[in-house]
């Protein structure tokens, strides 16, 4: 009589070495959410220091504090989505392999259903015939079983190598001393997100199979990829509503709404248009209330012609910034982008370092039009 055990051996064999997905409390998916909810901290440290410097401090060393700071707060924004999609991959990765090995053992138990159900019949030619096309067919669900699963972590190893490389984080060298303290835990958790990241990886390579042979699955070559996932927390927009755009310098900063991404868009489009008092004309000449009516219009907010008129909306604070804010002077406006940068028109329109100090003008503050 056949030896059912010895057919069946192969199909078991890849159920018992594929791994369960599952993933243990304080894994890697934890620690890299758990790291993000510190990075957000940290941006709500550098939030409420950047305000109380504005308080206490003004002139060109705050305005370029405050620049610096800004960044910092851009970077640790990036990091701490980044930590949560890393968070949300290694899920989806898990999940994919938790499956398999569902699909794995339901083909196991039908094979072992069918042989069970043959009974007797297995020792004649025909049922020695039948038990041997059914193992041969259990064994290739199986196979395309895993073959699916490496298909699918290999996109997710892919995007997440995307995720991996940790965003620089500028110093904040010269700032105020209330700022200080935040400098050093948002560099140390860089440091940490980047040692997750790598950990991430290490646990789920051990979670996750890879083919070594036609009828074993390793728990070598499992890496996660990312997903889209919206930011929560470090942004400032908790609903996830923002809209991610990406500077002329590469950075990656978040708009309160489409609106004003949509006039940040625009403003940054216009960069090295000519100086022209009056000037309502991309391309051909701007001044500065031009540039951001023109940009605000193209997103459908009309604004005032004159700059000291513009001040409508929310007022906002430094440390609140967001890009479409605007800086309203006596004389002068401009559109803060993020990443500690403004868009404005001087002579060429051009992108420069946030300030409240221009030429002794006063200053009104800052202003959200889409509020």
């Keep these: 009589m056949i030896d059912i055990n010895a057919l069946a051996k192969p199909i078991f064999d890849l159920l018992s070495s594929f791994g369960s997905g599952v993933l243990p409390t304080g894994g890697p998916s934890d620690a890299l959410r758990s790291t993000s909810s510190v990075v957000d901290q940290i941006h709500q440290m550098g939030r409420d220091s950047i305000n109380g410097m504005n ?48 699909d794995l053992a339901g083909i196991a138990q039908s094979f072992v259903n069918t042989a069970a159900s043959a009974g007797p019949a297995l020792a004649t030619p025909a049922g020695l015939t039948m038990i041997v096309g059914s193992a041969i067919d259990h064994l290739g669900q199986a196979l395309n079983v895993v073959g699916r699963v490496q298909n699918e972590l290999g996109t997710h190893t892919a995007s997440m190598s995307e995720l991996t490389p940790p965003p620089p984080t500028p110093s904040l060298a010269g700032t105020a001393t209330s700022t200080a303290g935040a400098q050093q835990l948002a560099s140390t958790a860089t440091s940490a997100l980047s040692g997750v990241g790598s950990m991430a990886s290490s646990l789920m390579s ?39 755009i990406t500077l002329p310098d590469g950075s990656t900063v978040e708009a309160p709404n489409e609106k004003a991404a949509t006039a940040v868009r625009s403003a940054i489009s216009a960069v090295g248009t000519p100086y022209v008092w009056g000037g309502n004309t991309p391309g051909a000449g701007l001044d500065c209330s031009g540039l951001t009516k023109f940009a605000y219009g193209e997103a459908g907010v009309e604004l005032p012609r004159l700059a000291a008129e513009q001040a409508t909306g929310t007022s906002v604070s430094p440390g609140d910034l967001m890009p479409g804010d605007l800086a309203i002077w006596d004389g002068h406006v401009a559109m803060v982008i993020g990443n500690g940068q403004f868009v404005e028109a001087g002579d060429p329109v051009q992108i420069s370092s946030i300030r409240t100090e221009n030429s002794g003008m006063g200053f009104y503050g800052f202003y959200r039009p889409t509020s």
């Excluded at 083919?211 to 470090?234: D, E, I, L, M, R």
Aim: aromatic fraction near 2%.
């Design 55 to 102: 308080t206490a401090w003004d002139g060109q060393a705050a305005d370029a504090a405050t620049s610096k700071a800004l960044r910092v707060q851009t970077s640790a924004a990036t990091i701490s989505d980044r930590g949560n999609d890393m968070a949300t991959v290694v899920n989806q990765a898990a999940a994919e392999v938790e499956t398999g090995q569902k």
């Design 206 to 244: 051990t979670a996750m199979p890879s083919t070594t042979n036609s009828t074993t699955v390793g728990t070598k070559s499992a890496t996660p990829s990312p997903s889209g996932t919206p930011n929560t927390g470090s942004s400032g927009m908790p609903d996830g509503t923002g809209v991610k």
